[in-house]
C-alpha cells in the first residue's frame, strides 16, 4: 500500500497476459504497485495496462519471451529505464506439456527453460541492483507440482523452482532481499482448460502474491487444503500413486 508521500512500489510481473498474472496484475494495482507487465501476447499486455492506468505513467507492457536471453535483458533495462529501479520481480510465467505425455511433446525442454531457467536468469539480472540497495524481493509462483510429483517434465520444473527458491531464500538472508514462494493447487486458468475438477478462480492466488510481499514467507500453499496432499505424500505415496492413477485416467486431462 502507498500514501501520496511515499514512492510507489516498483514490480516486474511475468506471464502477465492471462489467469494468475493478469489477476496479479489487478490486485497489484490495487494496492497502489507500479508495474511492468511481460508475456508474449502484446496486445492482451496493452489492453490490461490500459485498464488498470489510462494515463500510461504507472503500468507498462514488456513484450517478452522469458526463455530468449534478449528478451529478458530488455525487459529489466526496460523497468529499470521506466522506473529507475525494481522492488519486486515476480516469476510468474509458465507452461506445461498441452495434451498428452511429456515424452511425445515436441520440445518437452522448453517447459524448464520458460519454468526453471528464466526465473534463475531474471532473478540473476535484478540482483545486483537489489543487494546495492539492501532492498528488493524475488516472488516465484511455484506448484503443488514441485512438492507432490505429478507431471514429468512439468514437475522436473517446479522441483527445482522450489529447490531454487528455498535455497535463495537462505543464501540471501540478512541482505534485506526477501524470496518468496508461492505454490498454487489446480487454479482455472488457459493452463487448466482441460482439467475436470473443481477449481478456485485465479484471485486466490493473485492476492496470495500481494500478500507475500507485504509479508515475505518461505512458501505460502494455495488453497491451503493442498498442504495435506504434500503431507500425505510424504507419509503415504502408495496413496497418492493411487490418487493420481484415478484422476488420470478419469477426471483430469492435461
Ligand atoms: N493454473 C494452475 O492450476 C496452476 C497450478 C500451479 C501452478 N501454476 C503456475 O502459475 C503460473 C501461471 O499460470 P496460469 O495458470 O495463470 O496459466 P496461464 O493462464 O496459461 O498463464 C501463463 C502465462 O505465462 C505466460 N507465458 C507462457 N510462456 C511464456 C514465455 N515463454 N514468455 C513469457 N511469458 C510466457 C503466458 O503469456 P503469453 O502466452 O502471452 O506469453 C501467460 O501470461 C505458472 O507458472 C504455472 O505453472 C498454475
Do not use: C
Not at 157 to 180: A, Q, T, Y
Not at 198 to 220: N, Y
Amino acid at each position: 500500500m502507498t500514501s501520496p508521500t511515499t514512492p510507489r512500489p516498483v514490480a516486474v510481473l511475468t506471464g502477465a497476459s492471462s489467469g494468475i498474472g493478469e489477476a496479479a496484475a489487478r490486485e497489484l494495482s490495487r494496492r497502489g504497485y507500479a508495474l511492468v507487465l511481460a508475456a508474449r501476447r502484446l496486445d492482451k499486455l496493452e489492453a490490461l495496462a490500459r485498464q488498470l492506468d489510462p494515463g500510461g505513467q504507472r503500468v507498462v507492457a514488456v513484450q517478452a519471451d522469458v526463455a530468449d536471453p534478449a528478451d529478458r535483458a530488455h525487459l529489466i533495462a526496460e523497468a529499470q529505464r521506466r522506473f529507475g529501479h525494481i522492488d519486486a520481480l515476480i516469476n510468474n510465467a509458465g507452461i506445461s506439456i498441452a495434451s498428452g505425455m511429456w515424452w511425445d511433446a515436441p520440445d518437452p525442454l522448453r517447459v524448464l527453460h520458460v519454468n526453471l531457467d528464466a526465473p534463475i536468469e531474471l532473478t540473476r539480472l535484478v540482483l545486483p541492483a537489489m543487494r546495492a540497495r539492501r532492498h528488493g524481493h524475488i516472488v516465484n509462483v511455484g506448484s503443488v507440482a514441485g512438492s507432490v510429483a505429478f507431471q514429468g517434465i512439468y514437475s522436473a520444473s517446479k522441483f527445482g523452482l522450489r529447490g531454487f527458491s528455498l535455497s535463495l531464500r537462505r543464501e540471501l538472508l540478512g541482505s534485506g532481499v526477501n524470496v518468496s514462494l508461492v505454490s498454487p493447487g489446480f487454479i482455472r486458468t488457459e493452463l487448466t482448460q482441460n482439467a475436470k475438477l473443481p477449481m478456485p478462480g485465479p484471485e486466490i492466488v493473485a492476492r496470495a502474491i500481494a500478500d507475500v510481499l507485504e509479508r515475505p514467507r518461505r512458501e505460502v500453499v494455495v488453497p491451503g487444503g493442498y498442504r495435506l496432499a504434500t503431507l500425505l505424500d510424504q507419509l503415504a505415496p502408495g496413496l497418492v500413486d493411487r490418487a493420481v492413477a484415478l484422476i488420470r485416467r478419469g477426471r483430469y486431462r492435461a
